[in-house]
């Protein structure tokens, strides 16, 4: 019999369905066990009889043990748009940092893959993940968890990839990048409708869909395709945001340099409501090239305002979403 069959061997029946693998090299034994559903005492336990059993093994002179969890996301809220240059990215920064201000537990995922920007918005520009064995640990900015491809290139590097190295990436950044639980998880998305948002659309089928467009009717018409992608996949539109709304005035009057009724329309042809109208703000412009969120540095400008509000929306709208699995866990 090998070290390994005897080590298999020495586990209690009762807790060996809950070991994942086995190796053994040097006088080490790894255990790795899935320890889903437990609380903390239970695996505390788990971890305990196993170090008993194995250590008991003639040769095995050290024993590790791993006990790996499935974590759980509450909500997944995509931000999208068919067209690029309307402000997702920085609405998604700033709805990241104001919802963990009140207390949730919140992750972002740049799935702009070729337009990547959030690292940067959130002034962790050159910030890298940390590996532990098989696990990428996010880095956190402003209470947020978050992961992006910028993270793994050289600066301004261009990022030039086909739709399988795209699927394969977005891949990652849900099952290997360890999050932990969370109560809300916002994806970045790139704009338009190829790979990306067909890739996601497949992976997370449960999530909602905000649609973001400025109050011009040619970019709110090629805004809404990003919707319409997204229901094909079975994802739910929840709702449009409408960005650079105005631009108001010191007598009180407001500018509208991009239009007026692009968001009102593209909810009314989504059929979905209008959840926030984001006015221009140069405050909110420099938060972003400054990294530093317009929700933390001037909470009350008026973008900020409008931003908080919204995020106070999502954070209690009520979701019967059973959990999305993202990776794993060791204690």
Do not use: C
């Amino acid at each position: 019999m090998s070290s390994t069959d005897a080590i298999r061997s020495a586990i209690p029946a009762e807790i060996s369905g809950m070991v994942r693998s086995v190796k053994f090299a040097e006088g080490i034994a790894t255990i790795v066990a899935d320890a889903s559903g437990l609380g903390r005492s239970a695996g505390v336990q788990l971890q305990r009889e196993l170090e008993t059993a194995v250590g008991a093994v003639p040769g095995v002179d050290q024993v590790r043990v791993a006990l790996m969890a499935d974590k759980v996301v509450r909500r997944i809220v995509a931000v999208g748009s068919g067209k690029g240059g309307v402000g997702k990215s920085t609405l998604t920064a700033n709805l990241a940092v104001a919802i963990a201000e009140s207390g949730l537990r919140v992750g972002v995922v740049d799935a702009d893959v070729f337009g990547f920007s959030i690292p940067g918005l959130l002034g962790i520009a050159g910030a890298k993940p940390t590996q532990v064995n098989d696990m990428i640990l996010p880095p956190v900015a402003h209470g947020v968890k978050v992961i992006s491809i910028g993270m793994f290139v050289e600066e301004n590097t261009a990022v030039s990839w086909r739709g399988p190295m795209l699927h394969r990436t977005i891949q990652q950044f849900l099952t290997d990048v360890y999050f932990g639980d969370l109560d809300v998880l916002l994806i970045d998305l790139p704009p338009g409708t190829g790979d990306v948002a067909i890739s996601l659309g497949q992976l997370l089928p449960q999530a909602e869909v905000i649609v973001v467009t400025t109050p011009q009717a040619a970019a709110a018409e090629v805004a809404e395709r990003s919707g319409l992608v997204a229901r094909q996949t079975g994802q739910t539109v929840i709702g449009v945001v409408e960005n650079m709304a105005g631009l108001p005035q010191p007598d009180g009057s407001v500018l509208h340099l991009f239009g007026q009724g692009g968001g009102v329309d593209a909810a009314a042809r989504l059929g979905v409501p209008v959840l926030a109208a984001v006015p221009l703000s140069v405050t909110l412009r420099e938060g972003g090239d400054a990294g530093l969120p317009v929700v933390l540095s001037h909470p009350q400008d008026a973008a900020s305002v409008v931003i908080r509000g919204l995020a106070a929306t999502l954070s209690v709208r009520e979701r019967g979403l059973a959990g999305r699995h993202l990776g794993l866990s060791v204690t």
